[in-house]
């Protein structure tokens, strides 16, 4: 009779990563930090159109947030495969830490100006673009090879836990005490990745050997990329998706503000939806352990339509129901690009890969949130939403055509062909 999987069975697997000691103390860090983290973000967002009222502001300051991450990552990355990861993470913590607490604290003085949030958000990004590739590399020592998958995806699940949850906490705390103390709640935060990563048993880590310092390694990391096919499509699909999809503290805040006509807390709630469809999203790729770039096609698709739908919400309630399913695509597309890759690198090479994608993910958004918060301003921000749909057509249709090259496939084939014909012994 065969063997079936019990519900117990079925919840260890989903939650395989946790059964390492480490990565509970890691992630339960990171949960506290996230929440901070998107608490901060809705911020960010009510503070600039209170200051402004212009979407092009909004997403030229947003832009400055992360046009660090896109300019230095590639060093970023070299750093992080030359020196060890932990010791990286307790030093950008730290900065990040300082950083929300000054702009907090200039906040509440009543003294912050346009150009405070713009200085604050350069030195976000530039602490950001050391810290996101290590973050993603370091999980993988955390957990070892065998976990990366269930790891990443239970991490990113929490980062969708935690859009759920900070931004409630940035409404009330908005409404109550008002938008300064959301950075001093972030700055916390922070405290609490900086615990968690000094209470880690070092001896129970997968630490990889630091890669020697050498000329040319930074231009051997996009050699190295652009030669694999596993890595390269992600990182293409990423990066058209990341430019004029992924730019929601651009346009959800100009939805809920000129399109429904709604207050601080519409923003809230939109965000809210989509954390909830990202968790539940997480939830299901925990049990579906499938990667590579014909699953990720099929993503964008989906993503394309959820994203579609959103433009063409005729009502706040609609909108707020479709967030969800935008919410669940997007934890979709990232779980399993972010894998993918993962899985495909060779570990000396991973803290520049993953900085890449940190490029294509982040480092994007200078680019596109200019030109979507423009787009919005001068037509509606139901156009830039839809301008995110076509971005994933787009990726799905690199995914399609750039799978490999004719030559590529016959070789597959005949490989294949030997396989079944040859003799069984």
């Excluded at 050997?209 to 499509?233: E, S």
């Excluded at 972010?338 to 982040?362: E, F, H, I, K």
């Amino acid at each position: 009779m065969p063997a079936t999987a019990t519900p117990s069975g079925r919840l260890h697997q989903l939650g395989a990563a946790l059964t390492v000691p480490n990565f509970r103390r890691y992630v339960s860090g990171q949960a506290l930090s996230l929440v901070g983290t998107w608490v901060e973000t809705v911020a960010q967002g009510l503070l600039v159109l209170h200051l402004t009222h212009s979407g092009t502001l909004l997403g030229l300051t947003t832009a400055t947030r992360y046009a660090p991450v896109l300019l230095l990552s590639p060093y970023a990355g070299l750093l992080v495969d030359r020196f060890p990861k932990r010791r990286i993470l307790l030093m950008t913590q730290i900065g990040l830490c300082l950083v929300s607490l000054v702009l907090g604290l200039v906040v509440l003085t009543g003294a912050v100006r346009l150009w405070q949030v713009f200085v604050a958000g350069i030195a976000f990004g530039t602490l950001s673009a050391v810290d996101n590739p290590a973050r993603q590399a370091f999980v993988s020592e955390v957990v070892g090879p065998s976990l990366v998958r269930n790891a990443v995806t239970l991490n990113s699940t929490l980062v969708n836990v935690a859009r759920v949850i900070g931004p409630t906490i940035a409404a009330l705390v908005v409404d109550s005490v008002g938008i300064g103390w959301c950075f001093i709640i972030n700055a916390g935060s922070f405290l609490a990745t900086i615990a968690s990563l000094l209470a880690l048993d070092t001896a129970q880590l997968h630490p990889t050997t630091p890669t020697p310092r050498a000329r040319g390694q930074l231009r051997a990391g996009f050699r190295y990329a652009a030669g694999v096919p596993d890595v390269a499509r992600p990182l293409l699909m990423m990066a058209l998706i990341g430019t004029f999809a992924f730019e929601f503290e651009v346009t959800l805040p100009l939805l809920a503000k000129d399109t429904f006509k709604g207050g601080d807390d519409a923003y809230g709630w939109l965000l809210g939806a989509f954390g909830l469809g990202a968790v539940a999203g997480g939830l299901y790729a925990l049990g579906k352990a499938k990667t590579g770039v014909t699953r990720l096609k099929r993503v964008a698709l989906g993503y394309a339509a959820a994203m579609a739908a959103l433009a063409l919400a005729p009502t706040l309630a609609a909108g707020i129901g479709v967030c969800f399913f935008v919410g669940v695509a997007t934890i979709l597309f990232l779980t399993t690009g972010n894998s993918t890759v993962q899985l495909a690198s060779d570990p000396n090479y991973r803290g520049r890969v993953m900085a890449l994608w940190s490029v294509a993910l982040v480092g994007s958004t200078p680019i596109g949130a200019p030109i979507v918060g423009a787009i919005s301003e001068a037509f509606t921000p139901r156009i830039a939403v839809g301008l995110g749909a076509l971005s994933c057509v787009a990726a799905a249709l690199v995914g399609q055509f750039l799978m490999a090259t004719p030559s590529t496939d016959r070789g597959n084939k005949r490989r294949a062909l030997r396989k079944r014909l040859r003799p069984r012994r």
